[in-house]
């Protein structure tokens, strides 16, 4: 066997992580240690991507969410920020009949409106072809913040108080959680971020409360089914006590 079987074969299938969130990370600095620009490594991203996301829904994963482009992206090179655009159209297109095909269903997080109308209708066809999937769920986040995702559901929570639908006394954590994007999903168990930087950059903070930080100095281009599995070990090796303490934990 090679070794991204043998790293499979030490994944327990019963422990499975039901969420698992992913920070693509390290496109631009691949491209540049290729010597080419950097659409060339945010193209070679869009190849791992698709292995991931097979190796995710072949496991068993139930949700995986990429974070493909932040609130904060927009204020990077107008001709970057066009060309990712075009790559996201292109992308989902080409993708849609692999996504059937594996019964994956598609979701987005996000503040989808700030996108091209084509960017946007290309989503939404998709997300309507997949609906009847019932495999793994991939979510994409897309024009995404957590700091929006709380300001739209604070937001959200003064309507309904100031119209008398909800009382101030009924706001507690699920009527926050479902208030965000990303409502009826669980939170994520396991946050991998690649490149090696040790933040989670504005991404799922309510959401990842609890959840376990996988951080690898692997470039996301790089990011093999291999080290996707390797994630999912350490994982596993892990003691999810959640403000308990151990012999807690052995009694139930």
Known sequence: MDNEQIAKTKIDRERMPRHVAIIMDGNG???KQHGLARMFGHRQGVETVHRITEAAAELGIRYLTLYAFSTENWNRPQQEVDALMELLVDTIAKETPTLMKNNIRLLTIGDLE????????????????????????????????ARWEMIRATQQIAREVQSGTLRTEDIDEAAIADRLTTHGMPD?????????????SNFLLWQCAYSELYFTSCLWPD?????????????QGRERRFGKISEQLKTI
Request: hydrophobic share 45%; aromatic share 12%; proline share 3%.
């Open 29 to 31: 600095r691949w491209a």
């Open 188 to 200: 994520p168990d396991l946050l991998i971020r690649t490149s090696g930087e040790l933040r989670i």
């Open 223 to 235: 990011f093999t089914v291999e080290e996707f599995y390797k994630a999912l070990i350490d994982y």
């Open 114 to 145: 700030r996108l091209p109308k084509s960017a946007q209708d290309k989503f939404r066809l998709c997300m309507e072809q997949t609906a009847a999937n019932t495999g793994l769920r991939l979510v994409i986040a897309l024009s995404y913040s």
